[in-house]
């Protein structure tokens, strides 16, 4: 079975990275007793470096599953419950003088009463902030760090709210109750335990790219703000919700943590024990599945609906801004995993489905075949791109820049301005797939745009003011990139607005 879906896939992968625009794209298919790998493209356009499954790229939302399974070993052990009370497990008084009761199941469940704070960025080279200095900080000020606080950190708890913030206050809590830094914790207790040789945690103490005797800087994948087909090098950034979103890994280290939670599944004890794996793949909470199949929230883990029986998968989307996706399911059923990761963000659509891009509709793709078998036909394709969207101009490259301005300095709120050799770096490196002519494109006018939104960010209605001003040319070529809307994608309204 899984020589005909790796066979499958390794014909149709430079198709979906053509079809979506992904510069690089790689993906893993496990069974419980095997493990394959295929990879088409570019983990880096302008050196025409091949994306493989050993390059390394920000595994975003990856990271709370680390997390979940970090925090179970300690219920395993005695050390706590998942009915726990978290104050009880954290510094006195870190979330603040009287704050809201909850448990550790509810932060890992997403209805721990917290906002979203997707990212909280800084540069790489900031000063490291621990985590629990961080959420100590976030509790003081009582605000979520999206456009600089404009929603507040909490609400009430029990309802489903997806927030990386609140999976770092249970990686505090994995720090807490170790006495061990929640990076080097992981790293022993789940990477290493797991065979893992290529992944590590940014957590600022580290060199993500120094984990494992692989590892070399040159590993590492480029992730590209897309529009249209026209892809723009995303900003380096680090994290300071990093037990959320900290994690960095390639598809073949993903591949073998699927692999051995899928041997537990199934029967064998790994990084947990069977029946604690069942509760943590056990649904507790719904999530907003809107056109879609019902799914869940287990503990840190993403759940399609049980009633599927057969189809039925746990697992987790992931992305990191904004240059990553990534796609993970495990079907215990079937004795089938896939994870693949594209290092394209399309930036028209503020959210990426799995549905449109090449890692969701790969891990979809090989988890149906695995079951159904591979198509009779699969109709031969050079996998060349053509171009799709509009071709750069001056006034295009100074529209891209305020969007990639927006998204860093007012949706992450990241307050300085990016390095100059970061600009260069990102401007220099804009490449586009296909027959993209890149005559048009405009370094200065892009730079121009990135510094016409950092003046005027975190303040979320000057920001509003900038983007409707563009006028209708701007929102026309919102659409030739992608858009579902005539508008300059923008998600102040998202996350700038109390719910």
Not at 85 to 102: S, Y
Not at 244 to 249: A, I, P, R
Not at 283 to 302: D, Q
Not at 333 to 345: E, S
């Amino acid at each position: 079975m899984l020589d005909d879906v790796m066979g499958a896939l390794e014909r149709v992968l430079p198709r979906l990275a053509a079809a979506t625009g992904t510069p690089g794209v790689a993906v893993a298919v496990a069974t419980s007793t095997e493990l394959r790998t295929a990879a088409t493209g570019f983990a880096d356009l302008r050196s025409a470096t091949p994306m493989t499954a050993r390059t390394r790229a920000p595994g975003g939302s990856l990271t709370k599953p680390v997390t979940g399974l970090a925090f179970l070993q300690l219920v395993e052990e005695g050390m706590v419950e998942l009915d726990t009370p978290i104050d009880q497990v954290l510094p006195p008084g870190l979330r603040g003088a009287d704050p809201a009761p909850v448990t550790a199941a509810m932060l890992a469940s997403h209805q721990g009463g917290y906002y979203s704070d997707i990212v909280t960025a800084t540069a790489p080279s900031s000063p490291a902030e621990g985590i629990l200095d961080y959420v100590r900080r976030r509790h003081r000020a009582g605000t979520a760090a999206e456009y600089d606080g404009t929603l507040p950190l909490t609400t009430t708890p029990g309802s489903y709210s997806y927030s990386s913030f609140g999976i770092g206050v249970l990686g505090g809590a994995v720090e807490h109750l170790t006495g061990e830094p929640y990076g080097a914790r992981v790293q022993k207790q789940v990477f290493a335990a797991a065979g893992l040789t290529g992944t590590s945690v940014e957590d600022g103490t580290r060199n993500p790219w120094a984990t494992g005797s692989r590892a070399r800087a040159g590993d590492a994948a480029t992730g590209y703000m897309a529009f249209g087909d026209w892809c723009v090098p995303s900003p380096p950034l680090r994290t300071s919700a990093y037990p959320g979103v900290g994690l960095h890994t390639t598809v073949a280290d993903a591949g073998r943590l699927l692999q051995s939670l899928l041997r537990t599944a199934r029967g064998t004890p790994g990084l947990i024990k069977p029946d604690t794996l069942e509760v943590m793949v056990a649904p507790r909470a719904r999530r907003p599945s809107p056109g879609g199949a019902r799914s869940y929230s287990g503990l840190t883990i993403e759940i399609a609906d049980p009633a599927l029986g057969e189809d039925h998968w746990w697992g987790h989307t992931a992305a990191f801004p904004w240059g990553f996706w990534w796609e993970a399911r495990v079907w215990p059923h079937r004795d089938v995993a896939a994870v693949a990761v594209g290092n394209r963000w399309d930036m028209a659509r503020f959210h990426n489905p799995a549905t449109r891009s090449a890692p969701g509709l790969a891990v979809e793709w090989a988890g149906r075949w695995a079951a159904t078998g591979v198509p009779a036909r699969l109709p031969a394709h050079d996998g060349r791109p053509g171009w799709t969207g509009p071709r750069p101009t001056p006034e295009s490259s100074r529209w891209m820049g305020i969007l990639a301005g927006e998204r860093t300095h007012g949706l992450m709120a990241v307050t300085d301005p990016l390095p100059p050799a970061t600009l260069a770096a990102m401007a220099d490196g804009a490449r586009g797939l296909g027959d993209a002519d890149p005559a048009g494109w405009d370094p200065d006018a892009f730079r121009l745009g990135i510094g016409q939104a950092q003046a005027v960010s975190p303040d979320p209605e000057a920001l509003r003011a900038l983007g409707g001003g563009l006028g209708p040319a701007a929102a026309l070529w919102m659409l030739e990139c992608g858009a579902s809307s005539a508008e300059v994608t923008m998600p102040v309204d998202a996350f700038a607005r109390p719910r």
